[in-house]
């Protein structure tokens, strides 16, 4: 389990780029954090709530990390990526100007968690659904990561294309409803919906496995596959992709009400079936 908000993290001596934060609240979460003279954050366009008047903000192509290289062609290259991934060609930089401490915070866009995640905690990379990234530590670098079977590709719930976060600072990711963070063993195996999927460690081996018999499939209302996630690593699962959140209000507004059904392959029939229309 994660622990319960709020959660507070100061530096510590001796390591380098340690910022500080806090996050607060509890369903509709916001993270502040503390800068330094001279020290950076990097968000998502639009994530910023407020920030103290030292710190100045930059909007850059790309993630803002200055580890693209190759000048112009590097930031464009940066920036592709973060499209190809469903997010704005632009991330803005924080920085502080001024002297002593200042803060800015960040509010994640729809109910759930925000999860701070120290990269050098879990081994410098984290693979996460393509809209978890909120903000970060400058240095931390915004990638794509492709799923590599075709099958987990077309039917795991995040498509091809993954976000990859590489660094060895902080970030924090935001994820749907609540979070639980479990640590596989080599070898050992955990279920899940393939929407329930937020984020794992790059050892984790991620492919999909059969949803039971033909009935179960038909009529379980969890859909043809689950996702398999194997050890050893790092796994944090979500209770509410924001899909889902989506689909259960726009079938609510179409009189249709919560669609139960939602995994069922029989579409429009399974609604019949469930008296959802």
Request: net charge negative.
């Amino acid at each position: 389990m994660l622990p319960s908000v709020p959660v507070t993290h100061h530096r510590q001596s001796g390591i380098a780029d340690d910022i500080d934060f806090e996050i607060k609240g509890q369903e509709l979460q916001f993270v502040e954090i503390e800068l330094d003279p001279g020290e950076s954050a990097i968000a998502e366009a639009g994530a910023m709530v407020w920030k103290d008047s030292p710190v100045g903000m930059t909007t850059v192509f790309g993630d803002g990390s200055g580890q693209q290289g190759g000048g112009f062609m590097g930031a464009l290259l940066g920036a592709g990526k973060r499209l190809i991934t469903g997010e704005s060609l632009f991330t803005t930089v924080f920085t502080h100007n001024g002297y002593g401490k200042a803060r800015v915070a960040f509010s994640a866009p729809v109910p759930g968690a925000i999860v701070p995640i120290k990269l050098s905690d879990v081994g410098g990379r984290l693979i996460c659904q393509k809209d978890a990234f909120l903000c970060a530590a400058k240095g931390v670098s915004l990638g794509i990561a492709f799923q590599k079977r075709v099958m987990t590709g077309l039917f795991g719930g995040e498509g091809f294309i993954m976000q990859k976060l590489e660094g060895d600072g902080w970030v924090f990711v935001q994820f749907g409803g609540m979070v639980i963070e479990r640590e596989l063993k080599a070898g050992e195996e955990l279920h899940v919906d393939t929407g329930c999927v937020a984020a794992f460690t790059d050892t984790v081996d991620f492919d999909l496995i059969q949803a039971g018999g033909v009935k179960s499939m038909l009529f379980g209302g969890e859909g043809v596959f689950f996702a398999r996630l194997t050890g050893p690593g790092k796994v944090w699962v979500q209770s509410l992709p924001f899909a889902r959140l989506a689909g259960r209000i726009g079938a609510a507004i179409g009189g249709g009400g919560p669609n139960r059904g939602e995994g069922s392959v029989l579409g429009g029939l399974g609604d019949l079936i469930g008296g959802n229309n």
